[in-house]
């Protein structure tokens, strides 16, 4: 079925070091995924993506790594800061000229001081 | 410069009542989503619009009434409001105009309502 799941639904970790978020998805099919943080009161913002022809990504501070053999996303945040704290999202793109993306529960990462 | 905005931020009323959101997009998308998130944060698409033609409806109640009068507006009408009902809806976007990547959707900032 179009399941995307985390994990881990939330993680705490000290300022400055890394954070890794997992995501499962379930449509070997999915040629796209994307990650979105979300902090309070706020919409889900754009982080990184990557498609299935990468297996790694890498933007400012954060990398995304995708295996297609087991199905598996993760978001890799370096040294982290306390504005990092936020759900953080993954999601997968089903479908072609209609597409959607299909989300996972969300991770709430906190930053601790 | 806001590129996916949403009215109002903020909507409470009583069961039974019609209410509509509306999004406006600035971007030059060509596509546009209404995703409502629960309590628990979960994310789900109820509809997407297509240069002003419905592509996407997912099995929402015929309460919800998206409209399109452009391909930069995309409206949600909520008739006979229940309870159920309360949750965060979310706008978003994507294709062409000056997105880096087609498939990428931008969000707007949600709409909270609450049904009482």
């Known amino acids: 079925g179009e399941s995307v799941g985390l994990h881990l639904p939330t993680l705490s970790v000290q300022e400055g070091d890394n954070s890794i978020i997992n995501c499962a998805y379930s449509?070997?099919?999915?040629?796209?995924f994307i990650w979105y943080k979300q902090e309070s009161g706020k919409g889900p913002q754009f982080i990184i993506d990557?498609?299935?022809?990468?297996d790694k990504r890498q933007g400012q501070r954060v990398t995304v790594l995708l295996n297609k053999t087991v199905k598996h996303l993760s978001l890799q945040i370096a040294a982290t800061q306390p504005g990092d704290s936020a759900v953080y999202f993954c999601a997968e793109k089903i479908g072609g000229g209609a597409q959607k993306l299909v989300f996972g529960q969300g991770t709430r990462l906190t930053i601790n001081p | 410069d806001t590129a996916v905005s949403q009215t109002p931020k903020y909507l409470v009323t009583q069961m039974g009542n019609d209410k509509s959101i509306k999004c406006e997009q600035n971007?030059?998308?060509?596509?546009m989503y209404w995703y409502k998130q629960d309590s628990k944060k979960f994310l789900k698409i109820m509809f997407s619009?297509?240069?002003?033609?419905?592509?996407i409806n997912e099995t929402v109640p015929n309460r919800f009434s998206p409209k399109s009068p452009d391909k930069a507006h995309l409206n949600l009408h909520i008739n006979s409001l229940e309870l159920g009902d309360s949750a965060v809806y979310f706008c978003?976007?994507?294709?062409?105009?000056?997105?880096?990547?087609?498939?990428?959707?931008?969000f707007g900032p949600g709409t909270r309502l609450t049904v009482l």
């Open positions: 971007l030059g998308h060509d596509t």
């Open positions: 619009y297509n240069n002003k033609e419905l592509i």
């Open positions: 978003a976007s994507r294709g062409g105009g000056r997105a880096p990547s087609t498939d990428t959707q931008y």
């Open positions: 990557i498609r299935s022809n990468m």
């Open positions: 449509n070997s099919a999915s040629d796209y």
